[in-house]
C-alpha cells in the first residue's frame, strides 16, 4: 500500500525555521519524482517545489525560492523541505506527493502543475505568526 506521511510542521516565529519530512512507505522511492505544495485557508493548492528522483534536479515557486531547499535520502524513503527565513503568508498545510518518473527532470510544469501527481499524503500545518 502505497503510503506518504508528513511531519515537522508546527508554530513558529516570523524568520525562524523548520524542516518537514515526507515518509514514503510501500514502494521503491528511488523511481519517484517528488512534490512539496500547500493550501491555505480560503485558497487554492500551490505548488512549493519539486524534486526529480535521482535528486540531482529541483524547481521552485517564485514565492519560496532562496528560502525553501527540497532534498531526498532514497536510502531512508524520506524527502525534506527545509523552510527558512519563514513569513506569515507561508502559513499553509503542506503536503508531499508522489509520481513514477524516473530520471533527472521534476515532472514538466512542476511545481506550478500537480496534474502529473498520483499519490498523497494527509499534510501538515505551518503556522508562521508571532
Known amino acids: 500500500q502505497v503510503r506518504l506521511v508528513e511531519s515537522g510542521g508546527g508554530l513558529v516565529q516570523p524568520g525562524g525555521s523548520l524542516r518537514l519530512s515526507c515518509v514514503i512507505s510501500g514502494f521503491t522511492l528511488d523511481y519517484y519524482a517528488i512534490g512539496w505544495f500547500r493550501q491555505a485557508p480560503g485558497k487554492e493548492r500551490e505548488g512549493v517545489s519539486c524534486i526529480s528522483s535521482s535528486g540531482g534536479s529541483s524547481n521552485y515557486a517564485d514565492s519560496v525560492k532562496g528560502r525553501f531547499t527540497i532534498s531526498r535520502d532514497n536510502a531512508k524513503n524520506t524527502v525534506y523541505l527545509q523552510m527558512n527565513s519563514l513569513k506569515p503568508e507561508d502559513t499553509a498545510v503542506y503536503y508531499c506527493?508522489?509520481?513514477?518518473?524516473?530520471?533527472?527532470?521534476?515532472?514538466?510544469?512542476?511545481?506550478?502543475?500537480?496534474?502529473?501527481?498520483?499519490?498523497w499524503g494527509q499534510g501538515t500545518q505551518v503556522t508562521v505568526s508571532s
Open positions: 506527493a508522489a509520481v513514477f518518473l524516473v530520471g533527472n527532470h521534476p515532472p514538466p510544469g512542476c511545481p506550478y502543475s500537480d496534474y502529473a501527481f498520483s499519490s
